[in-house]
Structure formats: C-alpha cells, structure tokens
Antibody, heavy 122, light 109 residues
Framework: QVQLVESGGGVVQPGGSLRLSCAAS????????MHWVRQAPGKGLEWVAF????????YYADSVKGRFTISRDNSKNTLYLQMNSLRAEDTAVYYC???????????????WGQGTLVTVSS | EIVLTQSPATLSLSPGERATLSCRAS??????LAWYQQKPGQAPRLLIY???NRATGIPARFSGSGSGTDFTLTISSLEPEDFAVYYC???????????FGQGTKVEIK
C-alpha cells in the first residue's frame, strides 16, 4: 500500500534553513506528481508546493515563493523541501502527499504522510 | 486567486442525522473540487474528487455534488467516526495552484 514518511522537522531560528524529506513506497514514485501541504497549529490546510513526476516543473504558493524549493530523486523514491529564510509564520506540520494524476496529469493530493513538525522560534 | 468559503464553520449533529456541508468558490472551478476529512492528530483523508467521485474505500454515505462555484458534501447518516473537520480544495490550472477552504467542524450534539 502507499506509504509516505516525512522526516527532517525540528526547531530552527528565524532566518534559518531546514530540509524536509519524504520517503515513498507502495507505488511507482516516478510516475506521479508530489505535493507539500502544511498546517499551522490549530489552523487549516495550506498548499505549499507541487513538482511534476519527472521534476520538470515546480509550482509554489506565493507565501513561500523564492524561499522554498521542492525537488525529488526518483532513483531514491524521495521528495524534498528545502526551506530557507524561515519565518515564525512557517511554523507548521508539513505533509507530503501523492497526486492522484498519472504522469503529465496534475489532479489532487490523494495519499498523505503523517507529517513532520517545523517550529521557527528564537 | 480563487478563494473557497466553507459553511457553516461548525455543525452540531447527532449520530444518524444527515450532514450537509457547503463550499463556495469566488469564481468557477469547473469540477476541480475535492473534499477531505481530518481527525485530530491525523493526516487528511481524501473523500471526494472531481466534485462527485468517491475516493477508494470511502463509504457510500459520503456524496459530493455541484459544479462551477457551489459545492456540497453530504453525509447521509452520521456514524460516530464521522465527527471530524472537513475541508474542500480546488485546483486552478493557470497558474497551477491548489487552495483549501477554511474547514467545517462536524461535532457531536
């Protein structure tokens, strides 16, 4: 079955950097686009970024554009999120999610990991 | 940017009752609308995609309807495990982005 396991969260100071990873299994990782979605404590869901199945195109929410970079290594079945210039408002649980569309189709997140907590605080 | 507005914010119902949740988009999203369920401490679970299609393994008591700007998630008869927060979500194709509504909490009355 589809499994997504995030790691790399932790406490970081404002202005700092962090890299999240998401290990995927149970499906053909190289055939699906992947998302990062976050949820601030006690708040709703916010889409962060999407990368196409082959890494050819990347899309970002305005709130993270220029600071966050999504990437993937299809040989390792792993998704990444490099987060730079972190702010207090970036504090959230970060989920990776598989897109339901195959190859070139971008559809909607269907399977989600359990998330990793990022806390930005001095 | 398309904004999704969910109503009501909280729905207080008893097991066995029918739940009707609304999601309104600030402009047409065609049928690119999904619904998710989230329980405390858990990841979201996809219930409905493309406005009216149930995701794999989702019970038939969950149904979605609507197109354009007005969408509805209906739970025909609430089970104890259905008390949770529900989010709608849309995809815009240009630019390619996804947006969530603010959520509706279905609580036990």
């Amino acid at each position: 079955q589809v499994q997504l396991v995030e790691s790399g969260g932790g406490v970081v100071q404002p202005g700092g950097s962090l890299r999240l990873s998401c290990a995927a299994s149970g499906f053909t990782f190289s055939s699906y686009g992947m998302h990062w979605v976050r949820q601030a404590p006690g708040k709703g869901l916010e889409w962060v970024a999407f990368i196409r199945y082959d890494g050819s195109n990347k899309y970002y929410a305005d709130s993270v554009k220029g600071r966050f970079t999504i990437s993937r290594d299809n040989s390792k079945n792993t998704l990444y999120l490099q987060m730079n210039s972190l702010r207090a408002e970036d504090t959230a649980v970060y989920y990776c999610a598989k897109d339901s569309g195959v190859v070139v189709v971008a559809a909607t997140p269907d399977y989600w990991g359990q998330g990793t907590l990022v806390t930005v605080s001095s | 940017e398309i904004v999704l507005t969910q109503s009501p914010a909280t729905l207080s119902l008893s097991p066995g009752e029918r739940a009707t949740l609304s999601c309104r988009a600030s402009q047409s999203v065609s049928s690119y609308l999904a619904w998710y369920q989230q329980k405390p401490g858990q990841a979201p679970r996809l219930l409905i995609y493309d406005a009216s299609n149930r995701a794999t393994g989702i019970p038939a008591r969950f149904s979605g309807s609507g197109s354009g700007t007005d969408f509805t998630l209906t739970i025909s008869s609430l089970e104890p495990e259905d008390f949770a927060v529900y989010y709608c979500q849309q995809r815009s194709n240009w630019p390619l982005t996804w947006t969530f509504g603010q959520g509706t909490k279905v609580e036990i009355k």
